[in-house]
T-cell receptor
Framework: QQQVKQSPQSLIVQKGGISIINCAYE??????FPWYQQFPGKGPALLIA?????SEKKEGRFTISFNKSAKQFSLHIMDSQPGDSATYFC??????????FGQGTRLTINP | DSGVTQTPKHLITATGQRVTLRCSPR?????VYWYQQSLDQGLQFLIQ???????AKGNILERFSAQQFPDLHSELNLSSLELGDSALYFC??????????????FGPGTRLTVL
């Protein structure tokens, strides 16, 4: 019940394309769903986050779509750029609790 | 820069040894979290402290311990090290001054290599 399942494990997208990463969760107590971006040798950096009272949140080229009934959420990266090549982690928690992370998606944007 | 600092950046040691990893949270943050990142296990929660008190424990081995000091910095102690303890160790912090109290900000990590 504590798991967050993320797919795909790896993703290759052409420059200018749309990158889509999906996550699913079981625990309905989760009320905060962040996405983290991690470059090699660096710590995860908070990219964007959503709460279940909204179905979509957009920040620049990054959009989270949230489906509460399906217990799924996804990250869309529009106009993907080579600089977006990184590992992306979805996560979930409630209160000021530990983050439960997905397994990560290694995204490569081909020029 | 997240505002969370961790030292050292790299640590190489031998099996059976003991090491201490240090973390300073963002100014004003009261909660500190420790996570372990290995290739096959992803990011795993170890332990959380809030204002000096242990708040939650994850899959932390008995050989590992942590504490948070009055100035809010935290230390993670790893003892009787094994080859399998080689990983990246991240500290994150969150607090009442964040826009969202759930937000956790990660430090740059300490890469531990056990030979």
């Amino acid at each position: 019940q504590q798991q967050v399942k993320q797919s795909p494990q790896s993703l290759i997208v052409q420059k200018g394309g749309i990158s889509i990463i999906n996550c699913a969760y079981e625990n309905t107590a989760f009320d905060y769903f962040p996405w983290y971006q991690q470059f090699p040798g660096k710590g995860p950096a908070l990219l964007i986050a959503i709460r279940p009272d909204v179905s979509e949140k957009k920040e620049g080229r990054f959009t989270i779509s949230f489906n509460k009934s399906a217990k799924q959420f996804s990250l869309h990266i529009m106009d993907s750029q080579p600089g977006d090549s990184a590992t992306y982690f979805c996560a979930a928690n409630w209160g000021a609790q530990k983050l439960v992370f997905g397994q990560g998606t290694r995204l490569t944007i081909n020029p | 820069d997240s505002g969370v600092t961790q030292t050292p950046k790299h640590l190489i040691t031998a099996t059976g040894q003991r090491v201490t990893l240090r973390c300073s949270p963002r100014s004003g943050d009261l909660s500190v979290y420790w996570y372990q990142q290995s290739l096959d296990q992803g990011l795993q929660f170890l332990i959380q402290y809030y204002n000096g008190e242990e708040r939650a424990k994850g899959n932390i081995l008995e050989r590992f311990s942590a504490q948070q000091f009055p100035d809010l910095h935290s230390e993670l102690n790893l003892s009787s090290l094994e080859l399998g303890d080689s990983a990246l160790y991240f500290c994150a912090s969150s607090g009442p001054l964040a826009g969202d109290y759930n937000e956790q900000f990660f430090g740059p990590g300490t890469r531990l290599t056990v030979l």
